[in-house]
């Protein structure tokens, strides 16, 4: 059974359509290998059992019925535990969460269950999304499957370490500052952040909400493109919606790209870049060019402004959205408080975690009066600088690569005590959230040390198709999407 859990969510679909196995049964092996190596790995903060077997029972009546089956209908899923599903606990990693029931579904969350994809459990996370190692869950550290005493990167480490591990085939991430394509890059695996607003944020617990979008982990760039297809579309209970209709992003995966010009980020690989991911980009950019396209150097002057601006903005919205979790309405309430006040901040003084403290302190700070113009306001025209920058750089190439980190997985516990240093790591990642445009990460090789190393590609926005078609183009000439980690 581990040689079907080690298939692509659509050879898996396949086989199932095909009768070679029936969804519970697929589902059930998937549950199975999830309690042999969960307990070394974190990947996930609770199972559950009840609403996937449900629906892969609904598939296999399909079946039963002879009625066609959507998409992806019966491959096993990890679900970020930022997101709502009925009945299930949705914590965000956070004790301040520890017990709440989600009483509603996330609209990629209904999205999955109209389209009979059973959601097998709920992955950890670094608390509220705020971190780049998984190390910053109130519960329990991810490890990365690759190497146990390895970070998975963060924030979607427990998603990307399901996929990586084969306990899901699929996985749902969220992106603020690159916490899908991070974790994807440390656990060899796809990752995919869409344009901002491709996705309803609709039941996501909200970090940035200039920033936060859902998408896509996955071992293929193919399996990513379905689930994209699946969880896209307009909301209309998310204002930052997209009102356009959903694209068939497996169609195009295989067009030439020959004639087709590629930008080289010249700042993101420069200084810092680790020796093995040098390599691993002039591996890429030799490939594309093997491919027929023109590969050419690309400057994104304020690309090096982009943590500053990142750290000011995403603090500053993480310090207003978190402002709800009180002790009043739902959550973490103190048992010793004699008044409001005691009770607000005992509460949350209880409930959050040192990491996602310092945001909001940093936050409020910028926010506040006499700093708001200084900090906030110069963050958000630096937003729009950086934004021309790439729309500049679009003008004259059809996509842009970079490393998708300048280096590969770190050690648990390494950067902890150095939040500047844990900051950095997500250098080449932020830009394409402050312009909102689409970004993946697809393995590009490993390091000496056997740790994958990713390849960042980016593309303007709502060119989903394009992006995925450069990326799928790259796959096809390695076999790195095919070695799994040994667990």
């Known amino acids: 059974m581990l040689e079907l859990l080690k298939k692509s969510a659509v050879e898996q679909h396949t086989a199932i359509k095909n009768k070679e196995i029936s969804a519970v049964e697929l589902t059930k092996a998937s549950l199975e290998r999830i309690k042999t190596v969960d307990e070394k790995l974190g990947a996930f903060n609770s199972l559950t059992e009840e609403t996937a077997l449900e629906t892969a029972k609904k598939v296999d009546e399909k079946i039963a019925k002879g009625e066609e089956l959507p998409i992806l209908a019966g491959v096993p899923l990890a679900l970020k535990d930022n997101m709502n599903l009925v009945g299930s606990k949705t914590t965000a990693s956070s004790k301040i969460l520890e017990n709440f029931v989600s009483p509603y579904n996330a609209t990629a969350t209904q999205k999955l269950l109209d389209n009979l994809i059973p959601i097998v459990g709920k992955a950890n996370l670094d608390e509220f999304a705020m971190g780049s190692s998984n190390e910053n869950s109130a519960f329990k550290k991810v490890h990365n499957p690759w190497n146990l005493n390895k970070v998975p990167g963060g924030s979607s480490g427990g998603s990307a370490a399901s996929v990586a591990s084969c306990e899901a085939a699929l996985a749902l991430g969220s992106d603020t500052g690159g916490s899908i394509r991070l974790p994807a890059s440390f656990c060899g695996i796809v990752g995919m952040k869409p344009t901002y607003g491709k996705v309803s944020r609709y039941g996501l617990i909200a970090f940035a ?28 209970h998310d204002s930052t919606s997209l009102k356009l209709p959903v694209e068939n992003y497996t169609s195009s995966l295989s067009y030439d790209i020959k004639g087709k010009k590629i930008g080289v980020v010249k700042e993101l690989m420069v200084e810092g870049l680790a020796p093995d991911v040098q390599k691993a980009m002039q591996s890429a950019i030799d490939t594309y060019k093997s491919l027929g396209a023109e590969v050419v150097e690309i400057s994104l002057p304020n690309i090096k402004h982009s943590i500053g601006i990142y750290y000011i903005l995403a603090t500053a919205e993480c310090s207003s959205n978190l402002a709800r979790f009180d002790g009043v309405r739902y959550g973490h309430r103190t048992a010793d408080a004699s008044n409001l006040m005691e009770l607000y901040c005992k509460s949350r003084a209880e409930g959050f975690g040192p990491e996602v403290k310092r945001r909001i302190m940093l936050g409020t700070y910028a926010l506040s009066s006499g700093y708001y113009d200084a900090y906030y306001k110069k963050a958000q025209q630096m937003r729009r600088v950086v934004t021309d920058d790439f729309l500049k750089a679009f003008s004259s190439v059809d996509v842009l690569i970079a490393p998708t980190c300048p280096n590969t997985a770190f050690d648990l516990g390494s950067k902890t005590e150095d939040p500047l240093a844990m900051y950095l790591t997500d250098i080449a990642t932020i830009g394409a959230n402050l312009a909102g445009i689409p970004a993946i990460s697809v393995p590009a090789g490993f390091d000496s040390d056997g740790m994958p190393i990713g390849l960042q590609i980016m593309s303007p926005q709502l060119t989903e198709a394009k992006l995925f078609n450069f990326a799928y183009k790259f796959e096809q000439e390695h076999d790195y999407y095919k070695q799994l980690a040994n667990l």
């Open 209 to 236: 909400s200039s920033l936060d979008q859902i998408g896509p982990f996955a071992r293929t760039v193919e399996d990513a493109a379905a689930l994209l297809e699946v969880i896209s579309g307009y909301d209309k």
